[in-house]
């Protein structure tokens, strides 16, 4: 009898290994203080804070969820963390300056590398890098389609995202928007890409079949500065960070109209949406907090205190 | 040494959308110093045109004329000037260029602002946005040395320090503020073309004037008063260190508290 609970319960954790159950663990990059904050997401406590390296920005997970991947701009690379055990694996040679990245399906990062006007793609289980792919100056957001297709990369000072085939790893479009573009998100089925422009505070879709823009609109919000978007599950709503405007704009995203907006902390920057669309997670880079948003109340439910000058999040579950 | 930028846009009318679209040159004369932090400015400025211009179908090239030469020239697509206030004056009142952006670099004269003349754009801060700068930060700072400058080497803030890093690593000097403006001059003049898609200079005098939204990484999109003047922040300069920004803190009117602030 014993014997056979034991086996079972092996059994159940090799699978739940396999499967990667959920830690609910929310990781956010402290760009000043060269460490990560490892939230419970559950309790809205920081369980413990690891130091990763100079310069953290960009912070993402494996398409299994168990690996973690920290963009360390100022050692040029990418440091790899255990999800579960939180132990540093290793560091991945990422190139120059590597600002901020995106998981492919296959496993593959796609990430900007800002000083070097530059894609580069990295296999993160041989750390080869794939490919450099020239975009323009200061490249930023980067996001793969879901399908894995293609992959948009902001670049801020040529004011353009450009469109790269994921199989040639060419660049077959580039698409003027407006100035200094920073933050992608594709819709579920990936028909729609959106795009955010920091000084031209404008946030526009782009129809991924003809690589057009279809909508535009300007943020009517006071001092903003768009940069992270999050879609609700369902593609209804958008979220947008506002920088110094120390919001989060809720946006129709179909129509782009404004419906609301939500007090958050000061310079807020990255943003991490729950799997279920319930909570959203924002970086206030200068409140060094990081503000839970209950998306049913539009409203930040808890500010929990992190390292110094927050940038970005990623959420096991 | 002078020197007179002319903006050549030799191919007129519309460039294709298309991703490899047929390579369209842009040829910019240029007269004047080819030495210098403006000169390197512009070499700054060509070079991200260009990159852009590779995504987009541009070609930009730099050519050096004499002022001489440039007035013997009828079609004209923009002009940029980094020479004495009374030469750009004569100059942007020509009639054959009565239509076109005559873009003064450097020259901090106000009478360049005071004239109202419509088809002349200033990148400089004119001498009164400094002082009117350097008067609000007396206001609490009496007996600071400080000097208003429009571009330092330190200046971090709106990706300032990458444009610091990119152009220091490109020409081994610092950025200053004649590299900023000679950068910000081909740069406005390549983002014109790129988003109005011609080089009718009628239109990029239209677009400059009324739509464009620079973004010159020194804080909001950057716009020009009626007076022909770039809109900017300025920075307050002491022992080499920037101590504030104007227009300071609670000052009314913005931007529009440093300098003329319209011909009206």
Request: aromatic content about 4%; overall charge negative.
């Amino acid at each position: 009898m014993k014997l056979k609970q034991l086996l079972l319960s092996t059994l159940l954790l090799a699978s739940a290994s396999a499967w990667a159950e959920p830690t609910y663990r929310l990781f956010v990059s402290n760009e000043k203080s060269n460490s990560v904050s490892v939230i419970d997401s559950r309790t809205g406590e920081v369980e413990t804070t690891l130091e990763i390296g100079d310069r953290p920005r960009g912070i993402g997970l494996s398409p299994d969820q168990k690996t973690l991947y920290v963009a360390i701009s100022a050692e040029n690379a990418i440091a790899v963390v255990d999800v579960a055990s939180l132990k540093l694996l290793g560091k991945l040679n990422a190139g120059d300056d590597p600002e901020t990245f995106d998981v492919h399906p296959n496993g593959n990062l796609y990430l900007s590398n800002e000083d070097d006007a530059k894609a580069t793609v990295i296999n993160p289980e041989t750390g080869e890098i794939i490919e450099e792919i020239k975009v323009g100056l200061e490249p930023e957001g980067v996001a793969v389609s879901p399908d894995g297709s293609m992959v948009l990369v902001t670049s801020e000072s040529t004011n353009m995202v450009h469109v790269i085939d994921t199989n040639a790893h060419k660049v077959v479009a580039n698409i003027l928007v407006a100035a200094r573009p920073r933050g992608l998100a594709f819709n579920t089925d990936g028909s729609r890409a959106y795009v955010s422009s920091e000084v031209g505070n404008e946030i526009a879709i782009i129809d991924m079949k003809t690589l057009k823009i279809t909508k535009k609109s300007v943020i009517d919000i006071d001092k903003s500065k768009p940069m992270a978007i999050r879609l609700s599950p369902d593609n209804k709503t958008l979220y947008l960070t506002t920088g110094r405007a120390a919001k989060v704009a809720i946006m129709d995203a179909d129509t782009l109209e404004l419906k609301a907006t939500v007090d958050v902390g000061k310079r807020v920057w990255g943003a991490e949406l729950s799997r279920d669309g319930s909570t959203l997670y924002t970086a206030n880079g200068v409140s060094n907090t990081v503000s839970v948003v209950d998306t049913a109340l539009q409203k930040s439910v808890k500010e929990i205190e992190v390292g110094n000058a927050p940038w970005g999040l990623a959420l096991d579950d | 040494m002078r020197a007179i930028i002319l903006l050549s846009m030799l191919f007129a009318g519309l460039l294709s959308h298309a991703v490899r679209a047929e390579t369209v040159e842009v040829r910019l004369h240029y007269v004047g110093p080819t030495e210098g932090t403006v000169w390197l400015g512009l070499q700054q400025g060509l070079n991200e045109a260009n990159l852009q211009g590779e995504f987009l179908g541009q070609k930009y090239t730099l050519e050096p004329i004499s002022l001489a030469d440039l007035e013997s020239l009828q079609s004209v697509t923009a002009v940029l000037m980094a020479t004495n206030a009374a030469q750009i004056m004569e100059l942007a009142q020509l009639p054959q260029f009565a239509h076109v952006p005559v873009i003064n670099i450097v020259a901090d004269d106000d009478n360049l602002r005071a004239a109202c003349l419509p088809n002349l754009l200033s990148i400089a801060a004119s001498n009164k946005m400094k002082q009117d700068a350097l008067a609000q930060w007396h206001v609490k700072h009496a007996n600071s040395k400080a000097v208003a400058q429009g571009w330092h080497k330190s200046f971090e803030k709106f990706a300032a320090s990458q444009l610091n890093i990119r152009f220091t690593k490109a020409h081994g000097v610092a950025m200053d503020d004649n590299a900023w403006a000679g950068w910000v001059a081909v740069k406005l003049l390549s983002d014109t073309v790129a988003r109005i898609q011609t080089t009718d200079a009628a239109a990029m005098l239209s677009y400059l004037r009324n739509d464009i939204a620079f973004d010159g990484q020194k804080g909001d999109g950057a716009t020009f008063r009626d007076t022909g003047q770039l809109r900017q922040l300025l920075l307050l300069v002491e022992n080499d260190e920037i101590v504030a920004e104007a227009p300071l803190r609670g000052v009314k009117g913005g931007l529009d508290s440093l300098g003329l602030q319209s011909c009206k």
